[in-house]
């Protein structure tokens, strides 16, 4: 008898599993489709409707060298701030899940404190500190280490220093997560059975914690390609982003089809660049090493 019902309730979840996540998923997916795909899908199209269907406009631009150099200089800032805000997160995140709660609970607080000021504020802040005048060139300045102050500002390294600031806690906090999640008695394990701390970091928590490393890789090489406010405020015009480009496209010269170009080119190669790096990094290629 229960058998029976046990087979009929599996049967039953098998039949209404599926239309249940649909029916749930429905308001979703047509709310993502009206706000999101629709007017996006809308823009991108117009880079091929300019008198008809034509692909002119990719052609003008590939003719250009000045957006290949602007691209080559958007994926660079985004591959250097991606892998500094890496390096800078992954001790920081496993501190933090070895610490004890407490100490834990206000490390995060302190990473999340950035996140609730405007990014326009933190930009405008390394101004100051970035600036022939400011905070950074006063003390190494006024110390002896330098004679001269360090021109910083309106330069590349200005803009990748401000965006691995404020780029910093999303990378921490994916890493974070998922080394909290790695059970402690898989590393405990590993060192009863005579692995040094540095095997156990390479063989037991690097390839564990991988998820969280590609959520935050993905989350800040996206946002920085993004980005907007902080390379206009601390790098100036020398420092053109693409983001900067499409705006001054649409806004300024009103080229609406040179923009969506832009903007779909930008879509295609960061897709492409987000599906290679989560292939490099997946759980079963770094095991086998």
Known sequence: MAAAQAGRGSRSARVYGPSLTAVCLAPMTVLLGVLFYLPVGAFLARSFLVDGFSTDVYADLASRPIFLLIFLRTFRTGIIVTLVALVLAYP?????????????????????????????????????????????????????????????????????????????????????????????????????????????????????????????????FISALGFFVTPAILGGPKTLMISTLITQQATSLLDWPVASAIALVLLVITM??????????????????
């Open 272 to 289: 492409a660049i987000v599906m290679a790096v989560g292939r490099s990094l997946s759980i079963e290629r770094l095991l086998s090493i």
């Open 92 to 220: 920081l995140a496993y501190a933090m899940a070895r610490a004890r709660p407490i100490v834990a609970g206000v490390a995060t607080a302190i990473v999340l404190l950035p996140l609730w000021t405007s990014v326009l504020v933190r930009s405008y802040a390394w101004t100051v500190l970035l600036d022939d005048r400011g905070v950074i060139n006063d003390i190494l300045v006024g110390s002896g280490l330098l004679h001269a102050p360090l021109r910083i500002l309106y330069t590349e390294t200005a803009v990748w220093i401000g965006m691995v600031h404020i780029l910093l806690p999303l990378m921490v906090l994916p890493i974070y997560s998922a080394l909290r999640a790695i059970p402690t008695d898989l590393p405990q394990a590993a060192s009863g059975l005579g692995a040094s701390p540095r095997a156990v970091l390479r063989h037991v928590v690097l390839p564990l914690s991988l998820p969280g490393v590609f959520a935050g890789v993905v989350i800040v």
